[in-house]
Nanobody
Framework: VQLQASGGGLVQAGGSLRLSCAAS????????MSWFRQAPGKEREFVAT????????TYADAVKGRFTASRDRASNTVYLQMNSLKPEDTAVYYC?????????????????WGQGTLVTVSS
């Protein structure tokens, strides 16, 4: 399975971006999908996860209330709507397909990873 992330770019603080992640095959339709990010010089960190059917979402405290994860099972695509962006949100954002139906913050739970898309938030 290949995951193709897109939608990153440069935005001013307070702005919004919508990331997309398209899977090459529908085999991930029963798996949770998640977003992680990695800022320069820092470890990869969990951002958000959406369950296999889209009915359950979990967010990192740093993005709660500002980011919304969703998925469209028909098109094998997951989304991350990012509002009220802050400079500290600057990072490469990765989508990942979990081994389970409900996601977690542990990178070891994820089998497939996208290539990443860069989000830069200017102050």
């Amino acid at each position: 399975v290949q995951l193709q992330a897109s939608g990153g770019g440069l935005v001013q603080a307070g702005g919004s971006l919508r990331l997309s992640c398209a899977a090459s095959r529908p085999t991930i339709s029963n798996n949770a999908m998640s977003w992680f990010r990695q800022a320069p010089g820092k470890e990869r960190e969990f951002v958000a996860t959406v369950s296999w059917n889209g009915g359950s979402t979990t967010y990192a405290d740093a993005v709660k209330g500002r980011f919304t994860a969703s998925r469209d099972r028909a098109s094998n695509t997951v989304y991350l709507q990012m509002n009220s962006l802050k400079p500290e949100d600057t990072a490469v954002y990765y989508c990942a397909a979990s081994l389970r139906s409900f996601g977690s913050s542990a990178t070891s739970d994820y089998r497939y990873w996208g290539q990443g898309t860069l989000v830069t938030v200017s102050s």
